[in-house]
């Protein structure tokens, strides 16, 4: 399997995005939330904070480093919900078929035609805002893109030898879809999950900054960038970073969803003369 450029660049991004979070509690030089101090709001950039301070005289590179905890949490958990939504309902429908797969059809077509963040947007003004509810809302958005996925793997691969050979031999039809099916259409499944973990930080960032998602002073990119807009033109470095890091980590999970994308689909492998 040939890894290309997108891949080696988004994994870069994408491990740094990682290790930021993953190694906060002990590279961060603050606090993100005690260490406040009015006496020292709005500085820029030294060599004490890196990246400037806040309107509340926070560390900015720490309330970053600790932001990257909770874009990672909400990417990882809302993914692996949409993944065990979609592959189930896309699974069962393309297998089964019938009515049931007119049902699922039907419904994957209604999620596809609302927009995610107005979806998440209700989801949020019905749970209330927080952590938990944010990770229900995005985990009940984006499954309808898998659902199709493995419905199609699923009408292909099941007339395949090796699942009439398992029906031959008695195999039940969970059996059957968990063991010979699943494993083969896990290559889509996991570039659609990475590419959707882009999606997921873009839309906890929005939901945050609209005050929907995580709740001050627990630090959130989207919401660094909520206290960031009265600060645009005194402090620009309290919106520029969390913007940045958006941004580098929005780029990394795409770019990497589209290296596996290529390096595991030969028919959309990027050709080179």
């Keep these: 399997m040939r890894l290309g450029f997108n891949f ?37 950039p030294d060599a004490t904070f890196w990246f400037g301070t806040d309107g509340q005289g926070r560390d900015v590179y720490t309330r970053i480093l600790y932001g990257a905890q909770i874009s990672l949490t909400v990417g990882i958990v809302s993914q692996v919900i949409n993944s065990v939504i979609g592959i189930t309902l896309g699974m069962t429908a393309g297998y089964w078929g019938g009515w049931w797969d007119d049902l699922v059809n039907g419904l994957t077509n209604v999620m596809l035609a ?20 944010l990770l229900i809302a995005l985990g009940l958005t984006n499954w309808s893109w898998t659902c199709r996925i493995a419905r199609s793997s699923t009408l292909s691969l099941k007339s395949q030898g090796y699942v009439q050979a398992a029906q031959t031999l008695g195999y039940g039809d969970l059996r059957i879809m968990f063991t010979q099916i699943l494993p083969n259409m896990m290559g889509p499944i996991l570039v659609m999950a990475t590419l959707g973990m882009g999606s997921a930080v873009l839309s906890e960032a929005a939901l945050s900054f609209l005050g929907l998602g995580i709740q001050p002073p627990f630090p959130s990119w989207g919401s660094m960038l909520t206290d960031a807009r009265q600060l645009i033109q005194l402090a620009p470095w309290v919106a520029i970073f969390p913007g940045l890091a958006i941004f580098l980590s929005v780029l990394g999970f795409n770019l990497l969803g589209d290296g596996l994308r290529d390096s595991l689909d030969p028919h959309m492998r990027t050709r080179k003369p």
């Design 8 to 44: 080696w660049l988004g994994a870069s991004l994408t491990a740094l995005v990682i290790l930021a979070g993953v190694l906060a509690p002990w590279i961060a030089p603050f606090d993100p939330v005690l260490d406040a101090d009015l006496m020292s709001s709005e500085l820029p």
């Design 114 to 133: 609302i927009p995610s963040l107005i979806f998440a947007l209700a989801v949020m003004a019905v749970l209330g805002p927080g952590l938990p509810s």
